[in-house]
């Protein structure tokens, strides 16, 4: 209790044990990783050489660049008309989009892909529909290339990039647009030079946080890529599983860390200010150049001023208008829930299939395969194991996470950004180089293949989430409670546990939850520090995807499509309660 109330007193002291467990993971690990690529202490750049020096090394890493760099843009695309159309949206059916946005960015991603697994391949959904119809006589080649890739990584991704941007658009106050109609100016300029300007930061953050998860996708190129798609995570996969030559692997890792490194450092900050100040001055600069024109502009300029004056009062109360959507607008946002909501409807219905492979529609229904999961030992003994994994890791990453967030919180400005950067550095790193770190890491700790390796390994992108949303939720926090208290002899232990924790509770909630479904989630630190001893149920999966298509693994990928829907039940019920109790002494 000292401990924590002298911690207190220094709110950095509270980040301590999260940095401790990233510098013991991955941060020292990290540091080995990097000498070990330049070959210390001699110091040479000999492996990144050898690298270069192979074409298909070139290759596939300019291939990792082009593929990510391609989902990022199709999730602009869809993602931005998307976003903007919520964000316009009136509140009750703003709230349901949003939830219908979260459900599947909550969905297991190693379910969303075998989803397209069972809709592209030669024997699933497209295939069959177009077969039985007689439209084709042969299976069309949907899976296996690099179509097949762009499709489910955008599937994927796509909620990572309108969530951000539904944040921003909707901070944006409309008022501004409803000003500039009001000044005479079409739907589209009002648009163009006041709400996308306005937008840039969601698009400038979503479109960082899609192409650095890209850089590391693993699994869904794997699993509907061909041989021709193969990406630098599965290039520094295979290298780990064949040989394990460190050196190499270092600098493949470091390669890919680099280009990540190059793009955060380069559309990181927010460089808007400086942009104005540019187009500004190159304005001056352009219109000094024509003088001869300036009696001319005056007296259009004029002409358009009375224009825009008589059409003043008629724009004024119709330039706010929102929320009502042409029939175009309503077509796209089907479609896109649709596109993000379908595959995993399809995967449920197979899933309850009677015959000996998955079919659709079902010749007949039947729960073969869900017995065949609770039955069959392998299958729910890898359930029970990911749940216990992630139990533990909830509990270590809440309370780490959240003492994190209130120290950063309380922290000098200066030190506030640098220590979230160094928080957030195992979600922002490609997860692979952070699996090769976790498995050095947890050698040195003797820990491989055990349920605390697997636990610390988790944990460390677990207390991210963490400290995201308590961050969040601290940052809404009025502090003139904790100085009242303060005021009437609280001690900082007791003041935190009597006013800021019930108050923070709903993100603390949040928070754990996020890193329940991380942990539950992960795959590909697990594949590295797992060993062969411990079985969570993506390895399970995964392995299952691989090998052989069980259809057991329709009834899994069902069960975790619908755990977002019982998760999201429950924060409601929780945040609910606590409206309730927070309204009642009002009511009295």
Known sequence: MKMLQKLGRIPIGLTLP???????????????????SVNAPAFSLTNYQAFFSQPANVRVLFQTIEVSAVATALCVIIGYPTAYLISAAPKRLQLTLIVLVIIPYLTSFLARTYAWVVILGDHGLINTLLLNGGVISSPLPLIYNRMAVYISMVHIMLPVMILPLVSVMMGIDRSLMAAARSMGARPSAAFWRVFFPLSMPGVRSGSLLVFVICLGFYITPAALGGLGDAMLSTFIASQVQTSFNIARVAASAFILLAVAGVVLSMFGLDLSDTQGRMAQRTQRAWQSRLPSFVPLRRYFGERADRYRAKRWTTNLYQAGAVGRWSILE????????????????????????????????????????YRSFFEDPSWNGAAWT??????????????????????????????????TMVLLAPIT???????????????????????????LSHSIGAICYVVVIVSATLA??????????????AGPLQTFMRVTLP??????????????????????????????????????????????????????????????????????????????????????
Request: positive net charge; proline residues 5%.
């Open 18 to 36: 999260a940095l401790a467990i990233l510098l013991v993971v991955i941060g020292i690990p990290m540091v080995r990783l990097f000498l070990a």
């Open 330 to 369: 309503t077509v796209y946002i089907i479609f896109v829930m649709i596109y993000l909501l379908f595959p995993g409807v399809v995967v449920i219905i197979m899933s309850f299939s009677a015959g000996t492979y998955l079919e659709m529609p079902p010749s007949a229904l039947s729960l073969r395969w």
């Open 386 to 419: 990911s749940v216990q994994i992630g139990a533990m890791v909830t509990i270590l990453s809440t309370i780490v996470g959240t003492l994190a967030a209130y120290g950063i919180s309380r922290t000098r400005s200066q030190l506030r950004g640098s220590l």
């Open 429 to 455: 790193f490609p997860s692979i180089v952070v699996a090769i770190a976790a498995y050095l890491g947890l050698v040195n700790l003797g820990l491989i293949g055990t349920k605390t390796g697997i636990i």
């Open 476 to 489: 809404t926090f009025d502090r003139r409670l904790e100085q009242a208290a303060q005021s009437m002899r």
């Open 503 to 588: 108050l923070i509770r709903p993100g603390i909630i949040g928070g754990a939850v996020f890193a329940f479904i991380h942990s539950f989630d992960e795959v590909v630190i697990s594949s590295m520090v797992s060993g062969f001893s411990i079985r969570t149920l993506p390895l399970k999966m995964w392995e299952n995807m691989r090998n052989e298509i069980d259809p057991t693994i329709a009834a899994v990928a069902s069960l975790l499509m619908l755990l977002p829907i019982l998760w999201l039940a429950a924060l409601y019920v929780f945040w609910w309660r606590s409206r309730q109790k927070a309204l009642s002494p009002a009511t009295l």
